[in-house]
Each structure stands twice: as structure tokens, then as C-alpha cells.
């Protein structure tokens, strides 16, 4: 056979789009990420390896560390005007409560490891593993994902996608009271006998999360492609938010402060739509549709378009925009005066309706063959209030 | 229920209709880089998406390779 | 009295509502004269001692609505609980009890009336005293005068029997912070309150008694679990909070309509 110009296309090409991916690289990024009112601020270096070993393994290994430190708004306590109660002088002095920031400072470690095998028809499995940890949370996750092409062009093929993340939280009760939620949807608090409430001491609360996802890869042409995916994410245990406060109304007129209260179950559902064209030689549109919905009520869209241009071989531009919707959760309520004891209860600004708008840009430059360099910068901006920038740089080096 | 709806009716539009069968030697342009769903920036497109799921509600969609955060 | 006292006057004339602080903590002072049980040239005291029976218009007001707690707390707010308190103070407790026994015959607000303008017991032993409430009353006729002076915001804390006239500059009511009962330098709860008086009764374990008041001798029944350890009670005044706060310490089943909110051993809201 002779060997012509077309064929060695054809077999450069017969590798399909994950072959592309098992390629030989490092990669070194940093990340800068800051928030409006000196809120959360995270510098997080990172870097990547993918390695092939012989024709059918590919091995991928990403470590992360973020330096997180800023503010989350949360209730908590401010003055009083007087006070009444046994005799005593009243030393801290919290009163009222108040919605702002409050700081903190933490670092986070994650890690993770992929490794695919590739069959004789070109099908694939990936199992992963993932850890991240921080000083009051641990997460481990395991995942598997099995890819088959359905015809012999490779014109479609199927994905099937199975994890499961094992999360420990450390939690301080906020409350005087500190007593937890009990199982049933009632919500009424139940006594944790191992708990010391008084002295405020952490104790260790579990969740786990299965995501599952199945989906659809179609090339339409030979300069489009579309994916589609349904995924369901089951989460159970520990879902509260350990650094929120909610404030709580007792008998109507009296307040306290305490621990905000998430139901121990969420069940999510949804659908993803991608769709990728080539315009013309060098211009890609990359559109995205996510539909979800869970058992919290919480509904959202989430819309997005990415397009890059390829201004010459070695410089690539790329600019994006991202539209996101969601309802609030069934027991968000922003206000002081609206919880009672009996609820469950969040005034977690993340669980509230809000829009969200992303503008993003990058340039990616080959240095030369082997290296490229790319810088990127996002904006984002939330209905909430929440304004946050996202700059990224970063190397790639292939061998 | 409404999505179940709206994923039938895509189902529908793969099985049902007839796709151009591409060759393999015409997928050079699907084999571009900036032809591939993830984009070409991959820690970016990760720490993109730690970011959205510390911040907003909705998760999932993005496959199962990810891994988990104390963010929630 | 022992317990600290403030006054916050908010007017637009500084001198007005200094003259007007003077006038409450010399009424104040007054009071506390006039009603000491432990003072024998006391007012009181002359009429626990029976060298005059001629009441005044406001002891004929405070002993006529005493009278009236002690029946909307089933007996259980009783000024003349005094009457034992010599007793208490003998040497043995053989001889406590003797005395005890032979003085509580005549405890219990049907054992004295009043007819027309005059005090009148039924026995020589009855004693009044009106530590329970004199406090309270205070803090409710310093509102008289704070009304009287055209004073439209103003905050009144006499040892944590409270009451909020009007709201604040700002339009805000007033905000108060109830007390950690076993850890009173902190706050537990807090409670916006306008137009109206608030008093918190405190136990503590240590003294097994209700602090700084003489009440009935009926035991609570409360198991030591579920023991309520402070009680917080809002009303129209501060004598009728005060009562009732106090009340609910001794039984918490008692069954009022006012706002009010317990705390028990595990400091829980209840």
C-alpha cells in the first residue's frame, strides 16, 4: 500500500478526539481569584502530567493548592442596646445580629489520578481517584467511565459515567444550644450524645455523593459535533454549611443565633447539550445548555458560548460568555425575622435566586513547538452582589 | 418531568435521524484543539468549575472525572 | 437596691434630660426608703408593725394589685411570704421548723384587706414585704415621669427589669440582649421590644433559690432534665413582667398570654 498524503491523514486522524488528549505534556498554572468587598481572595498554584505508557494507557495526574482567605457574608452577632438576665456585666457583647462578612483563612490541597485504558476498537475506561483536603474538610473520590463507539466509523459513541465522593466535614456548632437535626423531614432537633455542646468542641460529620452520568457523542459533519448528557447527582449525610448562621425566632419575639439546618438528602437530575463548529479554518463555537433541578427546589439554566480563533499557528485567541440561572432553595430565607426552631433553615446567599453573568478571555502562544504559553482572565458577576475576577497563566510542554 | 421530556425528544432526533457518516479521514478539523469540547485550557476549564460549584447551586454535567471541595 | 441602674433618655435638650434622670433616681432612692422591709423606720415597716394603718394612694394601688397576682399566679406571688422570714433566721432548725409551723397560719394575701384608705390584718403575725416588686414598680413609675416631661424615646434598665418607651432616634425599637444563664457574660437571645417592660428572673444552681426574691414556699415541681434556669417574660409594665417572670421560674406551666420565653438547663429557648 502505497503510503500517500490522504492515508497518512487517515491514520493520523483515525485517532479520534481521546487519543488527541494521550498525549505526552506537563503543565504548570497559576491561578489568581479575588472577590469585590475583600472577600475571598485565592492565589492556587497548580500542574499536570499526562503520560502514555506503550499505545493503549494513558496515565493523568493534577495537583492543585489553594491559599483561600477572605470573607463569606454570614448572620452573626453585634451590640445590644441593654441587657436582662442573672447579674453579671456582659462582656461580649452580642446582641443584635447583623449579615457581613466575616474572614478566614484556610489552604487546600487536591490532588488526582486518571488512568485510561484503551481497547482494540478503540473503546475506553477511565478510572480515577481524587483527594482534596482542608483543615476542616476531607473528600476522596473514586470514579469510573467507559466510552464505546457504536459504529465502525466512530461516528458515535456512548459514555456511561459512575463516582462516589466520601466527604468528612469538622464542624463547631455555632448555637448555645448545639443540637443536631434529626432524620425525619420535620426537621426537630435530637439530642448527639457524643457531642459536647457547651464547649463548642468540633466533631466530625460524614457525607457521600454519587454522581452518574450517561450520554451521547454524534459528529454531525465534518466540522460539527454534538454531545448529550443526562446526569443525576444523590447526595446524603452532612449537607449543612458549617461556617453559616441562620438567626431563629422563638415564641415570635425572641432571637438567637444558630446553626443553619440543610436537609441530610439532595436528589439532582439534568441534562447537558453541547454542540461544537469549526467557522471557516480557525474559528471554533463551542455552545453549552445545562438544565438541573433538585429535591431543594432549586431549578437552574445554565447557558454558555466559547470561541477561539486561531490567528496564526502559534497564537490563539479565545473569549466566552456564560449566563446562569437558579431558583432558591425551598428553606433559604434572607431575612432575620423568618425562621423558627422548627425549620430547616439557610440564609446562605449561594442557595438564593440569583443570575450570574461570565466574561472571559485568553491568548494561547506556541513558543515553539514543544511549549505554549496561555494567559486568561474572567470576570464574573453575580445578582447577589457578588463581583469576582479570575486571572490565569500558565505553560504547557509537550514530549 | 420537563426535562425527561426534552431529553426523549433529543434521543428521538439521534436515533431517528441519519447522521453524515464522516470518515476517518475527513475528521482532520474535529481533531483540532480548539475543536474539542473541554476547551484547550484544562486547568483552567477545572478551576473554572470549582469555582461555579463553590458559588452556585447546580452541579453535575461535566462529567464524573472531577473531585470534591469543602465549598458548599 | 444593689443592682445597677440606667437610664437612657433620648430628647434633644442635654440639661432636660439630666434634670429628668434627677428626678428618676431620687424617686427611685425614695422607693426603696419607703418600702424597705428591713428598715424598722421604713413606711412599710410602720405598717407591718402596726403603729399605723392609714395607706397612701400609691401603696393602696401596689397592695390592691398584688393581690390580684396572687391569684392569676395561683398563690405562688405572695407578699406576705415575709411573714416567715424571721424564722428562717433562728439558730436550729428544730427551732426554724417550730416557728415555721406556728406562722403559717397566716400566711396568704386573704389576710389583710383594705377598706377605704386603711390596711386592716387579721392577726398580728401577717407581714407585707414588697421586695418582689418594688424594683419593678420603679422602673414603671419612672415611665410616669419620663411621660410626664414630654420624653418620647427612652430605655430604663433597673437591674434587668427593663422597659422601652417609644423607639429609638434611628426609628429602630430597642434592642435587648437576654443574658446566658450560666454564662452571663454573653448573650443568649435578643428581643426587640417598644411601649413595653421586660424582666428576666435567673436561677442559679448554687443557691437552689430564686435570685434576690422571697417567694411562696410551694416547691417546684420541675424534674432536675427539663429544670427551667432563667425566664424571660414581656408585658404593658414592669411590675406585671416582673411577677410573672419570677412566677415561671417557680412553675413553668403556668399558663399567662404574655410573650415570654424559657430557658432551660440545656439552654434551650422554650
Given at each position: 500500500m502505497q503510503l500517500n498524503k490522504y492515508s497518512l491523514i487517515a491514520i493520523l486522524a483515525l485517532s479520534n478526539h481521546?487519543?488527541?488528549?494521550?498525549?505526552?505534556?506537563?503543565?504548570?498554572?497559576?491561578?489568581?481569584?479575588?472577590?469585590?468587598?475583600?472577600?475571598?481572595?485565592?492565589?492556587?498554584p497548580s500542574a499536570s502530567l499526562s503520560y502514555d505508557i506503550?499505545?493503549?494507557?494513558?496515565?493523568?495526574?493534577?495537583?492543585?493548592?489553594?491559599?483561600?482567605?477572605?470573607?463569606?457574608?454570614?448572620w452573626q452577632s453585634t451590640t445590644a442596646d441593654t441587657s436582662s438576665g442573672a447579674s453579671g456585666r456582659v462582656v461580649n457583647n452580642t446582641g443584635d445580629y447583623v449579615y457581613k462578612n466575616q474572614s478566614f483563612i484556610d489552604t487546600r490541597n487536591a490532588g488526582s489520578l486518571l488512568v485510561t485504558r484503551r481497547f482494540k476498537n478503540r473503546d475506553e475506561l477511565t478510572v480515577g481517584a481524587?483527594?482534596?483536603?482542608?483543615?476542616?474538610?476531607?473528600?476522596?473520590?473514586?470514579?469510573?467511565?467507559?466510552?464505546?463507539y457504536t459504529d465502525a466509523s466512530h461516528n458515535r459513541s456512548i459514555n456511561i459515567g459512575i463516582s462516589g465522593a466520601f466527604d468528612?466535614?469538622?464542624?463547631?456548632?455555632i448555637s448555645n444550644g448545639g443540637k443536631d437535626r434529626d432524620d425525619d423531614d420535620k426537621g426537630y432537633y435530637k439530642d448527639d450524645d457524643d457531642y459536647d455542646s457547651e464547649s463548642g468542641a468540633s466533631r466530625k460529620e460524614t457525607s457521600n455523593t454519587i454522581n452518574f452520568q450517561l450520554g451521547v457523542n454524534q459528529i454531525l459533519n465534518e466540522t460539527s459535533s454534538l454531545k448529550l448528557d443526562a446526569f443525576a447527582v444523590l447526595s446524603a449525610g452532612y449537607l449543612t454549611n458549617p461556617h453559616q448562621a441562620v438567626v431563629r425566632n422563638y415564641n415570635t419575639s425572641f432571637q438567637q443565633l444558630g446553626d443553619e439546618s440543610r436537609p441530610d438528602k439532595r436528589t439532582a437530575y439534568?441534562?447537558?447539550?453541547?454542540?461544537?463548529?469549526?467557522?471557516?479554518?480557525?474559528?471554533?463555537?463551542?455552545?453549552?445548555?445545562?438544565?438541573?433541578?433538585?429535591?431543594w427546589q432549586i431549578n437552574s439554566h445554565t447557558l454558555e458560548e466559547n470561541a477561539y480563533y486561531e490567528a496564526s499557528k502559534n497564537l490563539t485567541f479565545g473569549a466566552g460568555v456564560r449566563y446562569y440561572t437558579q431558583t432558591a432553595a425551598s428553606f433559604y430565607n434572607a431575612s432575620k425575622d423568618h425562621f423558627t426552631d422548627e425549620t430547616y433553615a439557610s440564609s446562605d446567599e449561594r442557595l438564593s435566586q440569583f443570575d450570574a453573568l461570565t466574561y472571559k478571555g485568553s491568548v494561547d502562544y506556541k513558543i515553539s513547538d514543544n511549549l505554549s504559553y496561555n494567559l486568561g482572565a474572567e470576570f464574573y458577576e453575580q445578582s447577589t452582589g457578588l463581583i469576582a475576577t479570575m486571572i490565569t497563566t500558565g505553560a504547557k510542554y509537550h514530549f | 418531568m420537563r426535562s425527561l421530556t426534552l431529553l426523549s425528544l433529543c434521543l428521538s432526533l439521534f436515533v431517528g435521524c441519519s447522521f453524515?457518516?464522516?470518515?476517518?479521514?475527513?475528521?482532520?478539523?474535529?481533531?483540532?484543539?480548539?475543536?474539542?469540547?473541554?476547551?484547550?485550557h484544562e486547568a483552567v476549564s477545572k478551576y473554572e468549575g470549582h469555582v461555579y460549584y463553590s458559588k452556585e447551586a447546580a452541579r453535575g454535567g461535566s462529567g464524573v472525572g472531577g473531585g470534591g471541595c469543602g465549598c458548599n | 437596691m444593689t443592682s445597677p441602674c440606667e437610664v437612657h433618655i433620648y430628647a434633644s435638650n442635654k440639661s432636660h434630660c439630666d434634670e429628668v434622670a434627677k428626678k428618676i433616681l431620687l424617686m427611685a432612692k425614695g422607693l426603696e426608703q419607703k418600702y424597705n422591709f428591713y428598715d424598722p423606720n421604713s413606711y412599710l415597716s410602720t405598717l407591718n408593725q402596726r403603729k399605723t394603718n392609714a395607706l397612701d394612694a400609691q401603696t393602696k394601688d401596689l397592695l390592691s394589685r398584688a393581690k390580684l397576682f396572687y391569684t392569676q399566679t395561683k398563690g405562688i406571688f405572695d407578699i406576705t411570704a415575709g411573714t416567715l422570714t424571721q424564722s428562717r433566721k433562728l439558730p436550729t432548725l428544730d427551732e426554724v421548723a417550730k416557728e415555721m409551723k406556728k406562722l403559717e397560719p397566716f400566711v396568704g394575701v386573704e389576710h389583710f384587706k383594705i377598706k377605704k384608705n386603711k390596711l386592716i390584718f387579721d392577726n398580728p403575725h401577717t407581714?407585707?414585704?414588697?421586695?418582689?416588686?418594688?424594683?419593678?414598680?420603679a422602673v414603671d413609675v419612672a415611665v410616669k415621669i419620663l411621660k410626664k416631661e414630654k420624653i418620647a424615646s427612652a430605655l430604663v434598665n433597673f437591674g434587668g427589669d427593663i422597659y422601652a418607651l417609644g423607639l429609638k432616634p434611628n426609628g429602630e425599637k430597642f434592642s435587648i440582649g437576654i443574658k446566658n444563664p450560666k454564662n452571663p457574660q454573653e448573650y443568649i437571645s435578643n428581643v426587640k421590644i417598644s411601649n413595653e417592660a421586660l424582666t428576666t428572673s435567673a436561677s442559679y444552681e448554687r443557691k437552689h433559690k430564686v435570685e434576690g426574691k422571697e417567694y411562696s414556699h410551694i416547691i417546684s415541681t420541675q424534674e432536675l432534665q427539663n429544670k427551667i434556669i432563667s425566664a424571660t417574660v414581656i408585658a404593658s409594665s414592669t411590675v406585671e413582667a416582673g411577677v410573672f417572670s419570677t412566677a415561671l421560674m417557680i412553675e413553668p406551666r403556668l399558663d399567662i398570654s404574655l410573650k415570654r420565653v424559657l430557658i432551660n438547663e440545656k439552654l434551650e429557648l422554650l
Amino acid at each position: 500500500m502505497q503510503l500517500n498524503k490522504y492515508s497518512l491523514i487517515a491514520i493520523l486522524a483515525l485517532s479520534n478526539h481521546a487519543l488527541l488528549h494521550a498525549e505526552n505534556y506537563v503543565t504548570v498554572d497559576f491561578l489568581q481569584y479575588n472577590e469585590n468587598d475583600n472577600r475571598v481572595a485565592v492565589s492556587a498554584p497548580s500542574a499536570s502530567l499526562s503520560y502514555d505508557i506503550g499505545t493503549d494507557l494513558n496515565v493523568k495526574a493534577d495537583f492543585v493548592n489553594d491559599a483561600i482567605t477572605g470573607a463569606t457574608p454570614v448572620w452573626q452577632s453585634t451590640t445590644a442596646d441593654t441587657s436582662s438576665g442573672a447579674s453579671g456585666r456582659v462582656v461580649n457583647n452580642t446582641g443584635d445580629y447583623v449579615y457581613k462578612n466575616q474572614s478566614f483563612i484556610d489552604t487546600r490541597n487536591a490532588g488526582s489520578l486518571l488512568v485510561t485504558r484503551r481497547f482494540k476498537n478503540r473503546d475506553e475506561l477511565t478510572v480515577g481517584a481524587n483527594f482534596s483536603s482542608e483543615s476542616d474538610y476531607e473528600s476522596k473520590t473514586f470514579s469510573a467511565d467507559y466510552m464505546h463507539y457504536t459504529d465502525a466509523s466512530h461516528n458515535r459513541s456512548i459514555n456511561i459515567g459512575i463516582s462516589g465522593a466520601f466527604d468528612e466535614i469538622l464542624v463547631k456548632s455555632i448555637s448555645n444550644g448545639g443540637k443536631d437535626r434529626d432524620d425525619d423531614d420535620k426537621g426537630y432537633y435530637k439530642d448527639d450524645d457524643d457531642y459536647d455542646s457547651e464547649s463548642g468542641a468540633s466533631r466530625k460529620e460524614t457525607s457521600n455523593t454519587i454522581n452518574f452520568q450517561l450520554g451521547v457523542n454524534q459528529i454531525l459533519n465534518e466540522t460539527s459535533s454534538l454531545k448529550l448528557d443526562a446526569f443525576a447527582v444523590l447526595s446524603a449525610g452532612y449537607l449543612t454549611n458549617p461556617h453559616q448562621a441562620v438567626v431563629r425566632n422563638y415564641n415570635t419575639s425572641f432571637q438567637q443565633l444558630g446553626d443553619e439546618s440543610r436537609p441530610d438528602k439532595r436528589t439532582a437530575y439534568g441534562i447537558a447539550l453541547k454542540h461544537i463548529m469549526l467557522l471557516g479554518d480557525s474559528v471554533s463555537l463551542n455552545s453549552n445548555y445545562r438544565y438541573y433541578t433538585d429535591d431543594w427546589q432549586i431549578n437552574s439554566h445554565t447557558l454558555e458560548e466559547n470561541a477561539y480563533y486561531e490567528a496564526s499557528k502559534n497564537l490563539t485567541f479565545g473569549a466566552g460568555v456564560r449566563y446562569y440561572t437558579q431558583t432558591a432553595a425551598s428553606f433559604y430565607n434572607a431575612s432575620k425575622d423568618h425562621f423558627t426552631d422548627e425549620t430547616y433553615a439557610s440564609s446562605d446567599e449561594r442557595l438564593s435566586q440569583f443570575d450570574a453573568l461570565t466574561y472571559k478571555g485568553s491568548v494561547d502562544y506556541k513558543i515553539s513547538d514543544n511549549l505554549s504559553y496561555n494567559l486568561g482572565a474572567e470576570f464574573y458577576e453575580q445578582s447577589t452582589g457578588l463581583i469576582a475576577t479570575m486571572i490565569t497563566t500558565g505553560a504547557k510542554y509537550h514530549f | 418531568m420537563r426535562s425527561l421530556t426534552l431529553l426523549s425528544l433529543c434521543l428521538s432526533l439521534f436515533v431517528g435521524c441519519s447522521f453524515k457518516s464522516v470518515k476517518p479521514w475527513q475528521k482532520e478539523s474535529l481533531a483540532k484543539p480548539i475543536m474539542q469540547f473541554g476547551g484547550i485550557h484544562e486547568a483552567v476549564s477545572k478551576y473554572e468549575g470549582h469555582v461555579y460549584y463553590s458559588k452556585e447551586a447546580a452541579r453535575g454535567g461535566s462529567g464524573v472525572g472531577g473531585g470534591g471541595c469543602g465549598c458548599n | 437596691m444593689t443592682s445597677p441602674c440606667e437610664v437612657h433618655i433620648y430628647a434633644s435638650n442635654k440639661s432636660h434630660c439630666d434634670e429628668v434622670a434627677k428626678k428618676i433616681l431620687l424617686m427611685a432612692k425614695g422607693l426603696e426608703q419607703k418600702y424597705n422591709f428591713y428598715d424598722p423606720n421604713s413606711y412599710l415597716s410602720t405598717l407591718n408593725q402596726r403603729k399605723t394603718n392609714a395607706l397612701d394612694a400609691q401603696t393602696k394601688d401596689l397592695l390592691s394589685r398584688a393581690k390580684l397576682f396572687y391569684t392569676q399566679t395561683k398563690g405562688i406571688f405572695d407578699i406576705t411570704a415575709g411573714t416567715l422570714t424571721q424564722s428562717r433566721k433562728l439558730p436550729t432548725l428544730d427551732e426554724v421548723a417550730k416557728e415555721m409551723k406556728k406562722l403559717e397560719p397566716f400566711v396568704g394575701v386573704e389576710h389583710f384587706k383594705i377598706k377605704k384608705n386603711k390596711l386592716i390584718f387579721d392577726n398580728p403575725h401577717t407581714l407585707i414585704d414588697l421586695g418582689g416588686f418594688v424594683k419593678e414598680y420603679a422602673v414603671d413609675v419612672a415611665v410616669k415621669i419620663l411621660k410626664k416631661e414630654k420624653i418620647a424615646s427612652a430605655l430604663v434598665n433597673f437591674g434587668g427589669d427593663i422597659y422601652a418607651l417609644g423607639l429609638k432616634p434611628n426609628g429602630e425599637k430597642f434592642s435587648i440582649g437576654i443574658k446566658n444563664p450560666k454564662n452571663p457574660q454573653e448573650y443568649i437571645s435578643n428581643v426587640k421590644i417598644s411601649n413595653e417592660a421586660l424582666t428576666t428572673s435567673a436561677s442559679y444552681e448554687r443557691k437552689h433559690k430564686v435570685e434576690g426574691k422571697e417567694y411562696s414556699h410551694i416547691i417546684s415541681t420541675q424534674e432536675l432534665q427539663n429544670k427551667i434556669i432563667s425566664a424571660t417574660v414581656i408585658a404593658s409594665s414592669t411590675v406585671e413582667a416582673g411577677v410573672f417572670s419570677t412566677a415561671l421560674m417557680i412553675e413553668p406551666r403556668l399558663d399567662i398570654s404574655l410573650k415570654r420565653v424559657l430557658i432551660n438547663e440545656k439552654l434551650e429557648l422554650l
